[in-house]
């Protein structure tokens, strides 16, 4: 029997597609985030791990601006995606949101039929000229997220009748559709029982192939099992980024293994 | 890393596995001096100890692998802990093949007793032994005090103990020579000398993962390795 926990593999990739330098975030009076500098790797899966509160999220929504969306977050400091400043005045933010995807933590298809659910995104954005090319981008974005097989005899069913594994995955799947490079990933296992997590993990394993994936985890196994490269958070600071395997067998900074260890909540 | 998990019964656990590796050391350690001693005064009671006390040797190596292995399975040590069970687990291993090397001295023990005395032997064989006894408890204290500078030292003493040998070698080589009658008990001997140095390897090796332990990684230069018997292994 396959094992269908993604396998730690070599980084395979040394390209940058997202380099942030001096990212800080203040809710209010709240300073969320503080002077975080990264450079994040296409074709890898980069895990942002760290305890409640610490500015994972925060992060995160930084990476497409969804935090533009909040009245009272303040974002100052760089955020380069292939070199191009992402909160230079001339980009829009919704075109951004389709290069740069997210999933988020509770699977949320709209009350639509699965098909209509991935077709969404590729019509707003205009991105087909007629049916035929819609149907094939529904349907390789449903194999991209690993569900094709099992929902292709029932495209017009309601997405939120399906398990929550395979909602989670329509998520990815409607993520996918707008053609994105980047995948932010809000903790998206963490509604899903153990075997749809491994589904979701195996898919991470694949989507690498073709992008940069970016997943926040409560689940330390996860991070260990699915990334490459490992950011550690704490109390709004960027603590330590390495190798995933050397964050998990000889971090460098105590911070970092009294979390890992199970020494700090 | 010495503050408390924040499950206790983890702690109780490293610590358990990190005491029978102590314990375990203690008993070859015991058994490496009661063999040295039981060849040098041809003690053959003493010898029958010593093969007799490698099971209680055996035993608490199988008891360390089960409580590391249930540690990995419940557990999922990381980073530190992970290294404190992978090194309580490759120690034992190392401590399990110093002991079979203390049994092995014991039972040749039995056989030498039946054959003439080579001029000189008790006497290098002992310095061998006690330099290579010295290195084990080194590297268990090192271990114990998390000790990198002694660890270290260890290491570069494995050199000598091979300089030790290969004298040891060459003196034999003599002996049978010059008088073929000594070629039984000179083989014995030889076979005795090699095993006490493979004990300094072991010990070598507890070391090394002392500092694997510390530092998170093996030390890169190859141990220097001085064998010019031309029988090196
Ligand atoms: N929309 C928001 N409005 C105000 N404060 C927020 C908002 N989102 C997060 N915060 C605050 O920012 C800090 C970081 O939160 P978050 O990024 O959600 O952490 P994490 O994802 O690591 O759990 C927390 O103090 C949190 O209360
Ligand atoms: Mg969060």
Redesign the interface.
């Known amino acids: 029997m396959d094992d269908m926990r993604g396998t730690v593999r070599d980084i395979g990739s040394t390209t940058m597609k997202i380099s942030a330098s001096d990212v800080q975030v203040h809710y209010g009076q709240n300073h969320a985030l503080k002077d975080v500098s990264v450079d994040i790797l296409d074709r890898a899966v980069t895990a942002f791990i760290g305890p409640s509160g610490c500015g994972k999220s925060t992060f995160l929504r930084c990476l497409n601006r969804m935090n533009d969306t909040v009245a009272s977050a303040r974002v100052s400091g760089k955020i380069l995606l292939d070199g191009e400043d992402i909160y230079d005045p001339r980009v829009d933010p919704v075109q951004l949101r389709a290069k740069v995807g997210m999933v988020f933590q509770k699977p949320n298809p709209f009350p639509k039929s699965i098909y209509d659910n991935v077709a969404y995104g590729p019509k707003i954005h205009g991105l087909t000229r007629n049916t035929a090319e819609l149907d094939e981008i529904v349907e390789s974005s449903l194999r991209k997220a690993a569900l094709w097989n099992e929902v292709k005899d029932r495209l017009d069913a309601a997405g939120t009748g399906l398990s929550g594994g395979q909602q989670q995955r329509l998520c990815i799947a409607r993520a996918v559709a707008t053609g994105p490079e980047v995948l932010l990933m809000d903790e998206p296992c963490s509604a899903l029982d153990p075997i749809a997590t491994a589904q979701v993990e195996e898919l991470i394993d694949e989507l690498r192939n073709q992008f940069s994936v970016v997943i926040v985890t409560h689940s330390?196994?996860q991070a260990?099992r699915v990334s490459q490269k490992t950011a550690f958070f704490h109390l709004g600071n960027l603590v330590e980024y390495a190798d995933t395997t050397e964050i998990?067998?000889?971090?460098k900074d105590?911070r970092?293994?009294?979390y890992?260890?199970?020494?700090?909540? | 890393m010495n503050t408390a998990h924040i499950l206790t019964a983890f702690d109780r656990d490293l610590e358990a596995a990190q005491a029978l590796v102590v314990r375990m050391g203690g008993l070859v350690e015991t058994a490496l001096l009661d063999a040295a001693e039981a060849l040098d005064t041809r003690d053959e009671d003493l010898a029958a100890r010593v093969r007799a006390g490698d099971k209680a040797i055996d035993s608490l190596e199988d008891e360390i692998n089960t409580r590391c292995a249930l540690l990995l399975a419940l557990r999922g040590p990381t980073a530190g802990d992970l290294r404190t069970v992978l090194t309580v687990m490759k120690i034992a291993a190392s401590l399990e093949r110093a002991g079979d090397y203390a049994k092995n001295l014991a039972k040749r023990t039995s056989a030498l007793a039946q054959m003439p005395q080579v001029p000189g032997a008790s006497g290098s064989i002992r310095r061998l032994a006690k330099a290579v006894v010295q290195m084990l408890t080194d590297a268990l204290d090192a271990y114990i005090r998390r000790d990198l500078k002694l660890a270290e030292d260890v290491r570069r003493r494995d050199r000598d103990v091979d300089q030790m040998y290969n004298s040891i070698f060459r003196e034999f080589l003599t002996h049978m020579m010059e008088d073929p009658r000594t070629i039984g008990p000179c083989m014995h001997l030889h076979f005795i000398a090699k095993n006490i140095e493979r004990v300094g390897d072991h010990a070598t090796a507890v070391a090394e993962q002392v500092i694997y332990l510390v530092t998170g990684a093996l030390p890169e230069d190859e141990r220097p390795k001085v064998d010019s018997t031309g029988t090196g292994t």
Do not use: H
């Not at chain 1, 890992?260 to 909540?265: D, L, P």
């Open positions: 330390m196994q260990a998990f067998t000889n971090p105590p970092t293994e009294a890992i260890t199970g020494r700090i909540g």
